[in-house]
């Protein structure tokens, strides 16, 4: 079975600032890694994806993460933080062979963005 | 960009009464499932479903749950008897045969009274 731990349930920074989210995974198998944003009362988007390949890889506005595989890390970053960044961050992880495999999340990040 | 459409986008319904949760996933998805959020919790893996059965559940889909896939393009959850705790939002995803291509429904959030 797989798991995901954030340890971070509430991060707050001030805008413009960096910011790190952090995430670790535990799994007996390989993995894929992902990061969802959740904004106020909508839905999961996706951010970015750890497949395979390159460690750090890129998402959507403006984040960033690197996959460690010797640390079963997937920290999430980013360089300058918007007020519009102030969202729940969750980390999930599913097997990454065979098909139709599940997804499972971490508790949740809640960054909180202020002027 | 094709999108996972669920309905309806919030349900109240009082404790006991059965109900159902509507999805429409990416026409051509092969894997889809029902995930659900608590209030400030965080998304737990309900059930998912292929070639029109379960391959998975979690313990939290006892027998008050199903699912079903009634015709091409819906993919239903019910819920028989409702309860209190039953109260979150339930998320609907689908992917095709990768591991990695979910889409998720934008969520019902059901209310139970």
């Known amino acids: 079975a797989q798991s995901v731990t954030q340890l971070d349930s509430q991060v707050p920074v001030f805008e413009e600032a960096p910011v790190e989210l952090r995430c670790n995974y535990s799994s007996s198998v390989s993995v894929y890694l992902f990061w969802y944003v959740q904004y106020p009362n909508q839905g999961l988007q996706l951010l970015l994806k750890?497949?395979?390949?390159?460690?750090l890889v890129k998402g959507i506005n403006g984040f960033e993460a690197e996959f460690n595989k010797s640390q079963t890390s997937f920290h999430l970053r980013k360089p300058s933080v918007h007020i519009s960044d102030t969202a729940e961050y969750f980390c999930?992880?599913?097997?990454?062979?065979?098909?139709?495999?599940?997804?499972?999340f971490g508790t949740g990040t809640q960054l909180k963005v202020e002027l | 960009e094709p999108e996972v459409t669920q309905t309806p986008s919030h349900q109240v319904t009082q404790m006991g009464q059965e109900v159902i949760l509507r999805c429409v996933p990416i026409?051509?998805?092969?894997?889809f499932y029902w995930y659900r959020q608590i209030l400030g919790q965080k998304v737990e893996f309900l059930v998912s479903?292929?070639?029109?059965?379960?391959?998975?559940k979690s313990e939290i889909f006892d027998d008050q749950f199903s699912v079903e896939r009634p015709d091409g393009s819906n993919f239903t959850l019910k819920i028989r008897s409702t309860k209190l705790e039953d109260s979150a939002m339930y998320f609907c995803?689908?992917?095709?045969?990768?591991?990695?291509?979910?889409?998720f429904g934008s969520g019902t959030r059901l209310t139970v009274v």
């Open positions: 999930a992880v599913s097997k990454s062979t065979g098909g139709g495999n599940k997804l499972t």
């Open positions: 995803a689908s992917t095709g045969d990768s591991n990695y291509g979910y889409t």
């Open positions: 750890y497949l395979s390949g390159s460690t």
């Open positions: 026409s051509n998805h092969l894997y």
């Open positions: 479903f292929y070639n029109n059965e379960i391959s998975e």
